[in-house]
């Protein structure tokens, strides 16, 4: 063996590269900003969501905050809407369409959610215009990165930085603030008067958001999202993803129009290799490699190729939002069974939802036996059984209220059957339903008790019970 042999040897052996790392430090993403209607699309769904977000524990409602999660009080006050632990049901129906409406979509166009109204990429863009703002663009924020500390470094980074803490503090706040009345809620900020609970919960969502947003930011989206890692199931061919087109883009490069490859000389394709596509991505992956559960399909990429195109004179497209089947040259269906079946899924639950949710009465009425007696026989003679009627006013309004009582001829209420309940007020009213014996025979029978407003006809609620007799 020759000496450079042997040295070769020794220096690819395992030994002579020394200990191998299981972690690759996470080389930080500068992204390049860009302009174009997929971006423009994605600036409105952005401020549209942190809008929303920001705006409605502000609104008012009837004199009151339109949307608060009254936890102690166990009240969902939404629009003028009180639901109450009793109505679970909507919760969960809500959770179910929510879930479906994200199948539908990923059918349909991949991680379009995450690429538009996600809110790590809402709160991640908004950090990135700050850092722009204060920093410059890609270019200048990798030479910041590099350069030596100067006041000018530490001016500009501490002001970045304070304006990431005062926007993940106000996430913070109007988190809570849908728990809490936010305005009672911040002028309690200045006098320091907040509760420990929330105290703890802005701060763990101020430290959540200024993390996340400014430092981990792809990293969530990598490594801590799980949708990321079961979209693939919810793929097919037929799904719109944002994909490059190969057959048009190779070979890449710039200068003259043929490419060596291999011992022939081809015609260069449309690509330049000005690897702008990677610079704007917000997860760093080359689309020109392919699908790749990374990418969040924010189209950022088709933008600032299209931009490139324009420039060379070439048509754009060279990535674009198409399918598997149409980029190898099959006939492509966007519009499938599978879609028009979690669509129609979709549809029917939402209606049915909405439907269910406008016929709601604001209203709850229980009633129970009492368990010590199926029945009993009063003094007088008459036949007695005793009920308690748990009634609950679900509404934002007081009400009056009527009972009434519908069964065999001959039974009667022994109590009064008219009273006031408040908003969110729970009333306990025993009932002593009886019958004569010596006037008329009764089997023991289905009762059912009626609870209406006698300021609102429509405020109406029924509740089957059974009346037990003796001969029963």
């Not at 969501?49 to 009254?70: C, E, I, K």
């Not at 917000?282 to 490699?289: N, V």
Request: glycine share 6%; net charge neutral.
């Amino acid at each position: 063996m020759s000496e450079r042999d042997r040295i070769k040897t020794v220096d690819d052996s395992p030994e002579a590269q020394g200990p191998i790392s299981l972690y690759a430090k996470r080389k930080r993403i500068q992204v390049k900003s860009i302009s174009g209607r997929f971006q423009r699309i994605r600036d409105f769904t952005i401020l549209s969501t942190m809008g929303l977000y920001l705006a409605l524990p502000w609104v008012r409602w009837d004199g009151q905050q339109a949307v608060l999660f009254d936890l102690p009080n166990r009240q969902f006050h939404i629009f003028g809407l009180t639901l109450w632990p009793q109505d679970f049901l909507f919760l969960s129906w809500t959770l179910i369409i929510a879930a479906f409406a994200l199948f539908f979509f990923t059918v349909l166009a991949g991680r379009v959610y995450c690429g538009y109204v996600c809110p790590q990429t809402t709160w991640t863009r908004f950090f990135q215009w700050i850092e722009q703002l204060f920093e410059g663009d890609r270019h200048s924020r990798i030479k910041m990165d590099e350069a030596p500390w100067t006041l000018s470094k530490v001016l500009r980074r501490g002001s970045k930085h304070v304006m990431w803490l005062a926007l993940a503090f106000l996430t913070g706040l109007t988190f809570v603030g849908y728990f809490s009345p936010i305005t009672d809620l911040t002028v309690r900020i200045f006098n320091f008067s907040w509760g420990g609970w929330e105290l703890f919960w802005v701060a763990f969502f101020t430290v959540a958001t200024y993390m996340n947003a400014g430092f981990m930011r792809e990293q969530v989206c990598l490594y801590m999202c799980p949708y990321a890692r079961f979209q693939s199931v919810m793929f097919d061919r037929e799904t719109l993803i944002v994909s490059y087109d190969e057959a048009r883009g190779e070979p890449r490069g710039r200068g003259s129009k043929k490419r060596q490859q291999g011992t022939q000389e081809v015609e260069k394709g449309d690509c330049i290799d000005c690897g702008l596509c990677v610079q704007v991505c917000p997860t760093g992956i080359d689309i020109r490699d392919g699908l790749q559960y990374e990418c969040i399909t924010c189209a950022a990429c088709i933008d600032a190729c299209d931009d490139v195109m324009d420039h060379i004179d070439k048509p754009r497209g060279l990535i674009r939002y198409t399918t598997e089947n149409a980029l190898e040259g099959k006939e492509s269906r966007v519009i499938r069974p599978r879609l028009v079946g979690y669509g129609m899924v979709l549809l029917a639950m939402a209606t049915l939802f909405m439907v269910t949710l406008y016929n709601r009465v604001p209203l709850q009425v229980d009633v129970l036996r009492d368990r010590n007696q199926l029945f009993r026989v009063a003094s007088s003679g008459r036949v007695e059984n005793v009920y308690r009627l748990e009634i609950l006013n679900k509404g934002q309004d007081a009400h009056r209220y009527t009972l009434t009582l519908e069964g065999p001829e001959g039974l009667r209420m022994e109590n009064s059957t008219e009273f006031t309940i408040q908003p969110g007020q729970h009333l306990s009213l025993p009932v002593t339903v009886s019958y004569d014996p010596y006037e008329v025979e009764m089997p023991s029978s289905t009762i059912w008790f009626s609870v209406r407003s006698l300021d609102d006809p429509d405020l109406e609620k029924q509740h089957e019970s059974r009346f037990i007799t003796p001969r029963g």
